[in-house]
């Protein structure tokens, strides 16, 4: 039997709360609820249950100090034919480097490497035939959007399923602290 896993920073109600009073006024947008707000570190896709036990040693061996970061700005993916809207993050040296050990973790556990670029963003909206002329004055609306600093004091190893609604449902399987 297989899971579908990520690691992601859970964000606090405190900062959730601003992104959740952006969540109207788009055409097509399929506003993600509150539960589903996370910084994602690196999705693992569907493993095996023993390839799921080896990745949360290899997750649970991450030393890392605690730190802060913002959310600032806004864009889009699938340029052309947008798919998810999401608000960014400041630039954060610690972030990557967290990032980077979860990926050299999932590596340890003999997954693949991640083929994309770590973009860290808080994904807002799944979109659907939103006209790219309104997302654009949408997301110029947010840019100067930027939060009040978040403190990391640890990130998760979540289950994803998809649920008999709209959207996913994430789990938080295991949390590992920082600091």
Same mark, same amino acid.
């Given at each position: 039997?297989?899971?579908? $896993?990520?690691?992601?920073? %859970? !964000? #606090?109600? @405190?900062?959730c709360? +601003?992104? $959740?009073?952006l969540?109207? %006024? !788009? #055409?097509? @947008?399929?506003w993600? +609820?509150?539960?589903?707000l996370?910084?994602? !570190?690196?999705?693992?896709?569907?493993?095996?249950?023993r390839q799921?036990?080896?990745?949360?040693l290899?997750?649970?061996?991450i030393?890392?100090?605690?730190?802060?970061?913002?959310?600032?700005?806004a864009?889009?993916?699938?340029?052309?034919?947008p798919?998810a809207?999401?608000?960014?993050v400041?630039e954060?040296?610690?972030?990557?480097?967290?990032?980077?050990k979860?990926?050299?973790?999932?590596?340890?556990a003999?997954?693949?490497?991640?083929?994309?670029?770590?973009?860290?963003?808080?994904t807002?909206a799944?979109?659907?035939?939103?006209?790219?002329?309104?997302?654009?004055?949408?997301?110029?609306?947010?840019?100067?959007?930027?939060?009040?600093?978040?403190?990391v004091?640890?990130?998760?190893?979540?289950?994803?399923w998809?649920?008999?609604g709209?959207?996913?449902?994430?789990?938080p399987?295991?949390?590992?602290?920082?600091?």
């Amino acid at each position: 039997m297989s899971q579908r $896993l990520f690691a992601a920073i %859970g !964000l #606090p109600d @405190a900062a959730c709360e +601003p992104l $959740l009073a952006l969540q109207a %006024g !788009l #055409p097509g @947008a399929s506003w993600r +609820p509150r539960e589903n707000l996370h910084l994602t !570190l690196r999705f693992f896709g569907d493993i095996d249950e023993r390839q799921a036990e080896d990745l949360d040693l290899e997750l649970s061996k991450i030393a890392a100090p605690a730190f802060e970061l913002t959310l600032e700005g806004a864009g889009w993916f699938g340029r052309l034919e947008p798919h998810a809207l999401w608000i960014g993050v400041g630039e954060n040296p610690a972030l990557i480097s967290l990032q980077g050990k979860c990926e050299r973790a999932a590596r340890r556990a003999g997954l693949a490497p991640e083929q994309r670029k770590f973009l860290p963003h808080i994904t807002l909206a799944y979109l659907d035939r939103t006209p790219v002329a309104k997302l654009a004055k949408f997301t110029q609306g947010l840019g100067t959007f930027r939060s009040g600093p978040i403190q990391v004091t640890g990130f998760s190893l979540y289950a994803s399923w998809l649920s008999r609604g709209e959207a996913n449902i994430y789990e938080p399987v295991t949390r590992y602290p920082l600091g």
